[in-house]
């Protein structure tokens, strides 16, 4: 079956670094995606991976790794906002995209 | 600029009653989505539409049907609620096909009692 595994939680300090990991197994790969989604709003989109390396993007960077099914989104410089959920989500060979729980991050002062 | 539209924010419902979720979108994409949020699991696709006049199943469809009879709306019906429908519900569209950003509605809070 498809399956993609994220962290339930994660706890940073403000200022500080955070990865979280995402590692899937799907039927075939057409991308990964990193979606931001707050308490009670809807998902924002953060980044788009199809091939392997790292894209940055200000304060997030994403890096993929195909052969090993690995994803982890980056995040520098921690701000109080960054406290919400990440979901990561894998395109499969139908282009459907299979999405994580997503692993809520909490920031501390 | 509005985006996605979704209506009702949140209902409360009785179990046997029918329901639609309305979604309507104001960037011409062509593909729209209903997904369903439960806790602790991943967004679950419920049906899609690749452009106007067509619709498909997702993960999850049982107990839900949608149309597509224009571009901007996708309303999601539930023709006879139950328990296990009481969900965060959000639409999405995307302008790519395939494998394009979502862009999402700001979701519909439905209790099925």
């Known amino acids: 079956g498809q399956n993609i595994d994220q962290p339930t939680e994660m706890t940073a300090t403000e200022g500080a670094i955070v990865q979280i990991n995402c590692t899937y197994q799907?039927?075939?790969?057409?991308?990964l995606f990193w979606y931001q989604q707050h308490a009670g709003e809807a998902p924002t989109f953060l980044s788009y991976n199809v091939l392997d390396g790292l894209e940055e993007k200000g304060r997030f960077s994403s890096f993929l790794s195909r052969s090993k099914g690995y994803s982890y989104l980056l995040l520098k410089e921690l701000q109080m906002k960054d406290s919400a959920s990440y979901l990561c989500?894998?395109?499969?060979?139908?282009?459907?995209?299979?999405w994580g729980a997503g692993t809520k991050l909490i920031i501390k002062p | 600029t509005a985006g996605i539209t979704q209506a009702p924010t949140s209902q409360i419902l009785a179990a046997g009653r029918s329901m639609t979720l309305r979604c309507t979108q104001d960037m011409r994409h062509n593909a729209m989505y209903w997904y369903r949020q439960d806790l602790g699991l991943g967004l679950r696709l419920i049906h899609y539409s690749n452009t106007a006049g067509t619709t498909g199943k997702g993960e999850v469809p049982d107990g839900y049907s949608v149309s597509r009879a224009n571009t901007d709306d996708f309303p999601l019906t539930l023709a006879s609620a139950v328990p296990s429908q009481t969900s965060v519900y959000f639409c999405?569209?995307?302008?790519?096909?395939?494998?394009?950003?979502?862009?999402f509605g700001e979701g519909s809070r439905l209790t099925v009692l």
């Open positions: 989500a894998v395109s499969d060979s139908n282009y459907q995209l299979i």
């Open positions: 799907t039927s075939g790969f057409n991308g």
């Open positions: 999405a569209s995307s302008d790519k096909l395939p494998g394009g950003e979502l862009f």
